[in-house]
């Protein structure tokens, strides 16, 4: 499939990267696989005028079983890159990847960056049984950033929290409603349905596309906690306050697609991309060295 007219091309975006918070330059967004997807769309849902570069870093996800220091140095890689692709702003569209090294990404890039974190505040908020759950990586869980949210706010509310071995795994491959992946879900939700949860953060932004299988399995006894749209009001506020928001196209203009990239051969973010979000676009695949990676894994990217 052709790359779409519409969206920028590599040398419109490289003509951009040192234009000095040019409103014009596309919004970068990485995860380690395709989960960001779900902040993307909340992302075009709430600012559709922006130019977006996606970047799956698929060849070594799930980031959720990497040591600290793997999570920190992709993150910073691919935050860099995005930078030398013309980006004024990076979202870090994964839970796991905030958690580990947003501080530290925040320290070495010149642009403003949004991250992502669990919905512990808003589950402390809307819970009528002050029992909620949360189904988060093991790497989200263990994190620094993740116990002081939930000292900071589970004050009078108990949060069960799971790892959710496996599922990003079955996104990753397009799995949102097997046989198999019900299973594994009904094994991590019943217990917190025994326990009196009346409320569930989705804290891996994989989660929010095993929303049906999640609610064939709970019903409305659950309600479930999505930061996606969270995530980009907040994408809005501080692209305003950079005076970076993208002036609004003429009226004749076509829609500005997003460009997306993968360190994979992208096949799955392709298929994902057009039956979750209904958009028909091609995924470059892409080498980003970094420490950890320079060989011989991403020789094989």
């Known amino acids: 499939m052709p790359p779409l007219s519409a969206s920028p091309t590599p040398a419109d975006i490289a003509s951009l990267s040192n234009a000095g918070g040019d409103s014009r330059a596309p919004v970068g967004i990485f995860d ?16 559709p005028d922006e130019a977006i570069l996606y970047v799956a870093d698929s060849l070594y996800a799930p980031y959720g079983e990497r040591d600290d220091d793997f999570i920190a140095d992709r993150t910073l890689a691919i935050g860099q890159w995005l930078v030398g692709q013309g980006a004024k702003a990076l979202v870090v569209a994964c839970n796991t990847a905030t958690a580990q090294s947003i501080a530290l990404v925040r320290e070495k890039l010149s642009i403003p960056l ?3 974190e669990p919905g512990i505040k808003p589950a402390a908020l809307q819970s009528k049984t002050r029992v909620a759950g949360v189904l988060a990586t093991y790497s989200t869980l263990r994190s620094a950033r993740f116990q002081t949210l939930l000292e900071r706010y589970a004050a009078d509310c108990r949060f069960l929290c799971q790892p959710g071995h496996g599922l990003v795994q079955a996104v990753e491959r397009c799995d949102v409603g097997s046989t198999e992946l019900r299973a594994l879900l009904r094994g991590y939700l019943e217990p917190m349905l025994d326990a009196g949860a009346d409320t569930l953060v989705l804290g891996c ?3 929010p596309f095993l929303d049906a299988a999640i609610r064939d399995i709970v019903g409305d006894r659950l309600m479930l906690i999505d930061t996606s749209v969270a995530i980009a009001r907040q994408l809005e506020r501080v692209l305003a306050q ?16 997003p460009r997306f990239y993968s360190t994979s051969d992208g096949c799955h973010q392709q298929q994902l ?3 979750l979000l209904q ?19 991403s020789q094989a990217a």
């Open 32 to 47: 380690s696989g395709l989960g960001g997807l779900s902040v993307l769309r909340a992302v075009r849902a709430q600012l």
């Open 279 to 297: 958009i028909e676009a091609a995924v470059e695949r892409v080498v980003i060295p970094s420490r950890r990676t320079a060989a011989p894994d």
């Open 114 to 116: 949004i991250g992502v």
């Open 273 to 275: 991309t057009r039956s």
């Open 242 to 257: 950079h005076g970076l928001r993208a002036d609004r196209p003429a009226e004749t203009a076509a829609p500005v697609l």
């Open 205 to 207: 932004t994989h989660y």
